[in-house]
């Protein structure tokens, strides 16, 4: 291979690097002044009363505070409905003695409450919706802990009438182990900054729903919770429906904290295949280029490409584009959660993007997904069947 040759493929690579850090450096700057500006607006006096729907499963050492928050929102008028599939969840229990703590508040406990679909927490929300007394709905995962004048910002949206869903990029707090270091900050990037910049850009709700409110009568002109309640991404397809009835579907300008603490390795990578092989679902060709977001991944491909011909500029890209992920990172972190990880973390945050590269890798492998404990097959549009369902569907395609 002639020198010429040699030089311009080094300077390809080193120009795709920069390329590719020069757009995760705009991407953290555009989604984290979102969230500035969000933060230093003052709260509207627009205050309309809301139900808040929580569907919680099993009583995780961190359920008592979340819902203890929810209770303590700086906000008027707040019905919270607590509801489990199980009449006898543990986390019933923990819900009754957090009602009992807060008697100002109006608080109902649901138990056994059941819808139809395969998504448990779709199921518990249709469930809980005929309790529900007021027109702005808040959905709640039971992980999320809210800051006290979150819903006075959210809500503020809903004073424009075309407004029919606003949602809240979820972010991950309390870590104490690897497996929690490595999924908090999957949330910090993939849905702090990533979707977030996402949706400033393309104007499309780009939704993780942990924490969404919606105006009752767009979602019941979007056909409810049943249309999505089969379907692992039915935040996303919940958001497209309502936007479809005409509706507007806003971002938040807060992030919704999630409380991870205790995960384990494999329970991050089994949640992150999950959503690869959904998203694979919903858009192949977009899935196909998530790599381009992954700026660690690129660094090494291309570095060690180039550190072939000049191990030197090898590795300067690979450490160059590993630096500067770090340094996003930690800003990321420190603007939307508070804190950056602690000193003994670090190693497992370095490779935190090269995993999800492997993982996007076998997401195109398989369509099987570990569901809250349960093989499912993901088939079109992120729909969810068992097994038993899928089989005979493949016997049918094989005989077809």
Known sequence: MSEAIVQAFCVFCWAAVLAAVAVHIGLTLLALGFFFRGRRAAIGAFRPPVSILVAMKGAGATLAENLTALARLDYPEVQLLLGAEDPNDPALEVARRVAAAHPQRDIQIVAGCRGRGASPMVRTLQGLLPYAKYDILMKCDDVVRLPPDFLARAV????????????????????????AVLENFTLVWLCGVFSTAARLI????VVTGKCMIWRRAALEAAGGLRPVANMHCDDYLLAMR??????????????????????TIHGHLSRQLRWFVCRRKLSPVLHFFEPL?????????????????????????????????????????????????RLRHLPILLLKDYLLYGVWFTSF??????WRGRWRYVVGGSRLVAPEVYQRWLRRRSRA
């Open 293 to 341: 977001n992954n700026l660690p991944a690129i660094g090494l491909v291309l570095g060690l490409a180039a550190g072939v011909f000049d191990l030197g500029l090898g590795l300067a890209l690979l450490l160059g584009a590993l630096a500067t992920k770090v340094l996003m990172d930690a800003a990321a972190a420190k603007v939307l959660r508070g804190s950056f990880a």
């Open 202 to 205: 393309s104007g499309l709700p």
């Open 156 to 179: 503020a949206a809903f004073a424009d009438p075309q407004v029919g869903m606003s949602y809240a990029s979820p972010v991950g707090v309390g870590e104490t182990t690897a497996g």
């Open 365 to 370: 492998l398989t369509n099987r997904v570990d």
């Open 242 to 263: 309502i936007r479809r009835a005409g509706r507007r579907v806003v971002l938040a300008p807060q992030v919704a904290p999630c409380v991870y603490t205790d995960w």
